[in-house]
């Protein structure tokens, strides 16, 4: 007798659902072998699914209050995207014209630019301002695609500022899809430029421990670069997440070498993000953990870079590769993952299939719900898109356009 489900989708071209291979984030050659079915479907009951296979075997087996037809395109996971800066009030497109006269973002930042005029702007604006900006920009991400999002602080800079940031990253999260990272340390703002030390107490002594009191976060992360927060800076607000039960995120070698990669594997981080400029040794230290290699080819097309992260070395060595949009108003303005698929098969030499693959399974195990989200397998939750892409090669390959037909959202059409 046929089993019910609350949604059927069916005559995929390809169902791609990234759950080949063993547990965990794919590696290696894996990457490239996700999982792919022609002529697939995905059954839905609630929020969670209950089957997935061939169209044939899934309409035998199952009988649907609604059936969705595919027509021939391309089904995937929702995407997840493990970084962003989304709760940032107000944009930068000043920044941006100067960058494109020649400035360089280090030079912005160093007259006062960057992350401390987002600090200051962002103190400047009322919280439903931000709540606003925050909920459309979301919005637009989820329409584009991404059904689970990580959102750091980081613009407030003082405590009760980067509190506010993190409580409205928790007011537009409605679904449970919201992943939260404090991120105080993102930079030494104006009115602690000199006592940096006296920041950093700050950062640890009452800003995490106000953060963990009141739930607010998951992880912590530091802008670990030169100009911002060095190594041992890192360890010493690592060692007050750690007692206050934050896990680790970590900006590492984003702008200069400065063994970011090493030190995140160190700490037991969860991602070392950015790694445009990461070590061998950087490399040798990842393939060997846990600690996923968080990929932001948007920032580096951005902001005007002609390198990337090395890609194809990581994959080559077996480093466990994520992608994110790094969405924020002043190095990667776009909520669009899409873009970042684009640019990655570009910029980091990712085949069209390891890009999709490192965006969906790779980048949930990159925020701790890898067990959740991210790939088509019963038990997981209801987060599945219908493309216009007869094949998965033309998503990143037709850029510019929002390939979304359809977004599948805890079982619910959104789109």
Not at 112 to 132: K, M, N, V
Not at 306 to 323: Q, T
Not at 346 to 369: H, K, Q, S, Y
């Amino acid at each position: 007798m046929p089993e019910p489900a609350d949604l059927l989708v069916v005559n995929a071209s390809e169902l791609v659902t990234c759950a080949a291979g063993a547990e965990g984030p794919l590696r290696g050659d894996d990457l490239a072998a996700p999982g792919i079915i022609e002529g697939g479907a995905v059954a839905t009951r609630g929020d969670r699914i209950v089957g997935v296979g061939t169209t044939a075997e899934l309409t035998a087996r199952f009988v649907a209050t609604q059936t969705l037809d595919a027509d021939g395109c391309v089904v995937l996971p929702g995407i997840v995207d493990p970084h962003t800066h989304l709760v940032f009030g107000r944009t930068r497109e000043d920044e941006f014209e100067l960058r494109c006269l020649g400035s360089t973002y280090e030079e912005i930042a160093a007259a006062g630019g960057g992350i401390r005029a987002s600090s200051r702007r962002f103190q400047a604006t009322s919280r439903d301002d931000i709540l606003a900006q925050a909920q459309a920009t979301r919005r637009r991400a989820l329409l584009h695609g991404t059904t689970t999002i990580e959102v750091k602080s980081g613009y407030g800079l003082s405590t009760e500022s980067e509190l506010l940031a993190l409580e409205i990253a928790g007011a537009i999260d409605d679904r449970g899809d919201v992943v939260r990272t404090f991120l105080g340390a993102h930079e030494v703002p104006d009115a602690w430029r000199d006592d940096r030390e006296g920041y950093i107490r700050l950062v640890c002594e009452e800003m995490i421990p106000a953060v963990a009191a009141r739930r607010l976060a998951q992880f912590c992360d530091v802008f670990c670069e030169q100009h911002v927060f060095t190594q041992d800076e890192t360890r010493t607000i690592a060692a007050a997440a750690a007692r206050h039960g934050l896990a680790m995120k970590v900006h590492a070698d984003e702008l200069a070498g400065t063994g970011g990669a090493e030190l995140a594997v160190e700490l037991g981080a969860v991602s070392a993000d950015h790694l445009m400029q990461v070590s061998d040794a950087g490399i040798d230290a990842l393939s060997g953990s846990d600690t996923i290699a968080v990929l932001l080819p948007g920032t580096s097309f951005f902001l005007g870079m002609r390198h990337f992260a090395p890609a194809r070395r990581m994959i080559d060595a077996g480093c466990a590769v994520a992608l994110a949009t790094d969405c924020n108003p002043g190095s990667s303005m776009t909520e669009n993952p899409q873009a970042v698929l684009t640019i990655a098969c570009i910029g980091l030499g990712l085949r069209p299939i390891e890009a999709i693959a490192a965006m969906t399974r790779n980048a949930a195990f990159a925020i701790g719900v890898g067990d959740e989200v991210g790939r088509l397998e019963p038990g997981y939750r209801a987060d599945l898109l219908i493309t216009d892409c007869a094949n998965h090669r033309l998503l990143p390959y037709h850029h510019g356009v929002n390939h979304m037909r359809t977004v599948i959202h805890h079982g619910d059409t959104v789109s």
